[in-house]
């Protein structure tokens, strides 16, 4: 089982959806946790932390569950600007090291 | 600031050669990573050193080296170069210390080709 898990997509949805991102991790010592965007053929960018309280963001709500071990991405009124992948990404148990999911691709249609 | 700089952008090499991939950085942090990115796989840490004079090995760090060489630079050798190390590194740094929540900044990458 990876460490970090996410539904590769591609998520095709029209300017202005809604749109969820889940994401499961498997180590319950797990203390830090984030959303990095990607665009294509360019570096991971931090797009936000995710907090135990949940957090937001303009656009974009983050959750955290830590019961189910589960983190997601709300993005509300899509924009092309949007078209992405979004990688969930958890540190390795008490350590500083971060683990990377796959990452999950959306498509912003107009 | 420049932030996290990596060189070369892009390398082509020979199986069998040997190169030397770049990086630095100007925030000041203790963390730098060697990551590889291959498509279907995510992330994945080649190397970490957690401060000047200190490296480990992640995930995969077979027919690599690297070497911290003061706190700004880490650099990551490949000795003989394979096909399978074809991919396209990312160097990242960050500052674990107390009261930081971990986070990683990324250089711009370097798409290597291996034939």
């Known amino acids: 089982r990876k460490e970090v898990e996410q539904d590769p997509g591609p998520f095709n949805v029209p300017e202005g959806a809604t749109v969820a991102f889940n994401c499961t991790y498997s180590?319950?010592?797990?203390?830090?946790f984030f959303w990095y965007r990607q665009d294509c053929r360019k570096e991971p960018k931090l797009l936000m932390s995710v907090y135990s309280s949940g957090n937001e963001d303009g656009r974009f709500t983050a959750q955290l569950n830590r019961a189910s071990q589960y983190i997601s991405l709300l993005i509300r009124d899509s924009k092309l600007s949007d078209s992405a992948t979004y990688l969930c990404v958890v540190n390795s148990g008490s350590s500083y090291k971060l683990i990377f999911g796959s990452g999950t691709r959306l498509l912003v249609r107009p | 600031n420049a932030g996290v700089t990596q060189t070369p952008k892009f390398q082509v090499l020979k199986t069998g050669q040997s190169m030397t991939l770049q990086c630095a950085q100007d925030m000041n942090h203790n963390s730098m990573y060697w990551y590889r990115q291959d498509p279907g796989m995510g992330l994945r840490l080649i190397y970490y050193s957690a401060s000047e004079g200190t490296t480990d090995k992640g995930e995969v760090p077979n027919g690599y080296n690297v070497s911290r060489l003061n706190k700004r630079e880490f650099s990551l050798r490949l000795e003989s170069a394979a096909p399978s190390q074809t991919s396209v590194y990312f160097c990242?740094?960050?500052?674990?210390?107390?009261?930081?929540?971990?986070?990683?900044?990324f250089g711009p990458g370097t798409r290597l080709t291996v034939t």
């Open positions: 180590n319950s010592a797990s203390q830090s």
């Open positions: 990242a740094s960050s500052e674990p210390g107390q009261g930081s929540s971990y986070e990683q900044y």
